[in-house]
């Protein structure tokens, strides 16, 4: 059967206002009180074995698919595990949903929740966030394709090269790609995932860019990423910081695909997490966090702890939308504004160019240190 990976919190890292997690199994006992994830927490990898495509509850064919360790406690291989049920939690401007993971043996039916996996992005730690919402777990209702995805580019992106523009799905390990900063930084690893959606909410789906939606005739063509894919954003008092795609929808052309049935999506992985120019936008290679650590495979995990340290501060959603908002009205300058007149002719210009024009910084914040593609 499949093998899905799913990213794993512990119950341990977890802290409520109620009396605990194992109290009913709809979860409702949770409403008016807070879910804190612990300041230093770290997630691990759930390796579920199902013959379906959805996480569901009440599935006595859904098993672990290898002996693991989850919440301090040891288990075997085929042990039942279920999505219990779910809550949404918020921060008052934004939201999050979470899924309780029960395990027990496939004679049983215990309600033993053991830890945490989410739906699109992982909440905060550190923020007592408050519990709004609560679900019983449904058959067909949660889709493994949905549940917290690394960030990906859409196939036919073309990555800026000491050669020029090349598709990302052309490219191999080994060959060059260009930094912001012009230096090549050869590909370590590419992987390619396929997803089907069934419904229009689907966490997963991707966000398209339109051609100069973000200034300076940026993107050249269509952009199409992951939701979390991030970009090298400008706050209003010039700090370069990275955003998530699906934070800048409030800005004219960029939207969600609710109505694309299905996407492949390719990880970029370089040595560092650097930033590269993805049909001329600035972005990010894969960052080998704890997140992405968690659905990649045993290979891909170990050659991705190089890949762990972010090239520029990182944003969250809310954080994202709330600059994306700045930048409509004109309070805080467009991620390709500062490019507008050197990329009037970028597609003749060679790569190298290219990526030392993407290094500028804009012209309303002179004074600020250029932004630097990556970190030792």
Not at 206 to 233: K, T
Not at 253 to 271: D, E, F, I, N, S
């Amino acid at each position: 059967m499949p093998l899905y990976s799913l990213m794993f919190l512990d119950l341990s890292k977890v802290t409520t206002t109620a009396a605990g997690f194992n109290n009913t199994g709809t979860g409702s006992h949770l409403l008016g009180h807070t879910f804190t994830i612990a300041a230093d927490a770290k997630t691990g990898s759930l390796q579920i074995s199902d013959g379906d495509t959805w996480f569901d509850d009440d599935e006595r064919s859904q098993l672990l698919g290898t002996p693991q360790v989850l919440n301090g406690t040891s288990y075997p291989a085929e042990y039942v595990v279920e999505q219990e049920y779910s809550f949404t939690v918020s921060d008052g401007s934004s939201t999050w949903k979470v899924f309780a993971i029960s395990v027990h043996e496939t004679t049983r039916s215990d309600l033993n929740v053991v830890g945490f996996v989410f739906s699109g992005t992982m909440p905060p730690k550190g923020v007592d966030l408050a519990i709004t919402a609560t679900a019983e777990g449904t058959a067909n209702s949660t889709p493994y394709t949905g549940l917290a995805l690394p960030m990906c580019f859409g196939t036919g992106t073309r990555i800026a090269t000491p050669a020029g523009l090349r598709p990302i799905e052309a490219l191999r390990p080994g060959d060059l790609v260009l930094t912001a900063n012009g230096a090549p930084e050869p590909v370590v690893m590419i992987t390619a995932r396929t997803l089907r959606f069934d419904r229009p909410g689907a966490p997963a789906r991707p966000v398209r860019i339109a051609p100069g939606a973000l200034g300076g005739g940026l993107p050249w063509r269509p952009l199409v990423l992951s939701p979390q894919h991030r970009l090298r954003l400008w706050r209003a008092d010039g700090q370069a910081v990275l955003g998530p795609a699906a934070g800048l929808c409030a800005l004219p052309g960029v939207r969600r695909m609710t109505g694309r049935r299905q996407v492949r999506y390719l990880h970029l992985l370089l040595a560092r997490h650097a930033l590269v120019l993805a049909e001329g936008v600035i972005s990010e290679s894969l960052l080998g966090g704890d997140l992405v650590l968690a659905h990649l495979g045993p290979l891909a995990r170990r050659l991705a702890q190089g890949a762990r340290d972010p090239a520029l501060p990182l944003l969250d959603m809310a954080a994202t939308r709330a600059l994306a908002q700045a930048m409509r009205g004109g309070l805080a300058p467009l991620p390709g504004a500062d490019q507008a007149s050197a990329f009037a002719s970028a597609r003749d210009l060679p790569a190298t160019s290219i990526a030392r024009v993407a290094a500028m910084k804009p012209s309303r914040s002179p004074s600020r240190t250029p932004c630097v593609s990556e970190v030792s």
